[in-house]
């Protein structure tokens, strides 16, 4: 079993960044040597959407609206996956949620708001 706990929302203005974390309660990889880490966000009426993905093998994907402005990270042995955000757009606020992808299992963060406004 792993415990996700994500940190970091807040209010931002456009053009402004945010850097968000995960903790997970275990290393991931102490589970699994294949694993994926991800951000997914879902906005106020919509679906939740993913964001970006970090593979064991360093890979890292981003959909296409954030590419070029958000960054995903592991980081200390994948007890954490980080989300850089930068040029932040008010399409960007929802509520961020980090997954692991490990053994099988996919085990989902409660969330943080990030919310771009002036």
């Known amino acids: 079993q792993v415990q996700l706990v994500e940190s970091g929302g807040g209010l931002v203005q456009p053009g402004g960044s945010l850097s968000l974390s995960c903790a997970a309660s275990?290393?991931?990889?102490?589970?699994?040597?294949?694993?994926?880490l991800g951000w997914h966000r879902q906005a106020p009426g919509k679906e939740r959407d993913w964001v970006a993905a970090?593979?064991?093998?360093?890979?890292?994907d981003y959909e296409d609206s954030v590419k070029g402005r958000f960054t995903i990270s592991a980081a200390n042995a994948t007890d954490a996956v980080n989300l850089q955000m930068n040029k932040l757009k008010p399409e960007d606020t929802a509520m961020y949620y980090c997954?692991?992808?490990?053994?099988?299992?996919?085990?989902w963060g409660q969330g943080t708001q990030v919310t771009v406004s002036s």
């Open positions: 970090i593979a064991s093998n360093g890979r890292t």
């Open positions: 997954q692991a992808n490990v053994g099988g299992n996919v085990y």
């Open positions: 275990r290393s991931i990889s102490s589970i699994s040597s294949m694993y994926v």
